[in-house]
């Protein structure tokens, strides 16, 4: 129906900056919300960004000021800028999406597979 893949995900100094990337693809009519998310070891999945279709976005304290989303509407394309990164921020990334489909009344929630970010010295 609807698929997200990741990329832009490795390993990087404490300090680094990484980009991570989402495109969206299938059967598209609309996308609405589209974010991140990420899950460390033994730690539930946390919001990281989310922005909406009319640009609004919103960060949590941790990341505030680090990190930076942004979407591209016409490559149905969400990106995450990350910079100043930390130890604490190494986890699994995941793209989400609220994607209206040309199939379906309702919205999907969609999930990517996720890509690893590391931070280390």
């Known amino acids: 129906q609807v698929q997200l893949v990741e990329s832009g995900g490795g390993l990087v100094q404490p300090g680094g900056s990484l980009r991570l990337s989402c495109a969206a693809s299938g059967s598209i009519l609309r996308i609405n919300t589209m974010g991140w998310y990420r899950q460390a070891p033994g730690k539930e999945r946390e919001l990281v960004a989310d922005i909406t279709n009319t640009g609004s976005t919103i960060y949590p304290d941790s990341v505030k000021g680090r990190f930076t989303i942004s979407r591209d509407n016409a490559k149905n394309t969400v990106y995450l800028q990350m910079n100043s990164l930390k130890p604490e921020d190494t986890a699994v990334y995941y793209c989400?999406?609220?994607?209206?489909?040309?199939?379906?009344?309702?919205?999907?929630?969609?999930w990517g597979q996720g890509t690893q970010v590391t931070v280390s010295s």
């Open positions: 989400n999406a609220l994607i209206a489909t040309t199939t379906m009344y309702r919205s999907l929630n969609s």
